[in-house]
């Protein structure tokens, strides 16, 4: 357990669906990421919240588009997905600047995409 | 090419054998992390080194800044430390984290 919650565990949607991934943590970081980890693929950063305001979408499409409401929670809503959008999506937090300070991650939504 | 290379990509061992796991990068870094991801997909962070040496353990990460390499051992390998290790480095000139592929270990008893 790392104090980084993330719900569903797994999600099956079809392309016509929209649904939402939950991230929460409790640790007082202020800093909250979505990465995407696709098979035999490095993580990939898609977007970083700091202090509740976004400050890096990495070049991620349209149909992904994040939330954070406060600084303890985080959202990625979803809606008309392909199916190479099929992954796990990891939700991380951490003080500020990580890099030189250490992440905590969750568990991890895995995604399919029909 | 991947700006962090990690090898071996995958690893098979017995119990109780030492286990090296190397990771080469290319740019300037201001810290290098190692990571843990089980089968289940979580990741725990294991190091975060910018300079010599830290254990853990049964786990010793060094690293090498003007050699640009970072080694993750695991001494007396159990089952229970079979996962996929991942390398991140900090680029100096950026904030961003970028990863390697990481490395499948498997411990057999």
């Known amino acids: 357990e790392t104090g980084v919650t993330q719900t569903p565990r797994h999600l099956v949607m079809g392309m016509t669906n929209k649904k939402s991934l939950k991230c929460e943590q409790h640790l007082g970081h202020n800093a909250m990421y979505w990465y995407k980890q696709s098979a035999k693929k490095p993580l990939e950063l898609m977007f970083v919240?700091?202090?509740?305001?976004?400050?890096e979408n990495n070049s991620v499409p349209s149909r992904f588009s994040p939330e954070c409401p406060n600084s303890s929670h985080l959202f990625l809503h979803l809606h008309t997905l392909q199916p190479e959008d099929s992954a796990l999506y990891l939700c991380?937090?951490?003080?500020?600047?990580?890099?030189?300070?250490?992440?905590?991650f969750g568990q991890g939504t895995r995604l399919t995409v029909v | 090419k991947n700006e962090v290379e990690q090898s071996p990509q995958n690893l098979t061992a017995q119990e109780g054998e030492f286990i090296t796991i190397n990771c080469s990068y290319s740019v300037g870094i201001s810290a290098l992390h190692w990571l843990q991801q089980h089968p289940g997909g979580g990741i725990v962070s294991l190091f975060m080194l910018s300079s010599g040496k830290k254990k853990h353990g049964r786990l010793i990460a060094t690293i090498n800044i003007q050699e640009k390499h970072s080694s993750l051992h695991i001494t007396a390998s159990h089952p229970r430390d079979s996962a996929v290790y991942i390398c991140?480095?900090?680029?100096?000139?950026?904030?961003?984290?970028?990863f390697g592929e990481g490395t499948q270990l498997t411990v057999n008893p």
């Open positions: 919240y700091s202090l509740e305001e976004r400050v």
């Open positions: 991140a480095v900090r680029e100096t000139s950026g904030s961003r984290l970028t």
């Open positions: 991380a937090s951490s003080l500020l600047g990580w890099g030189n300070t250490e992440a905590f």
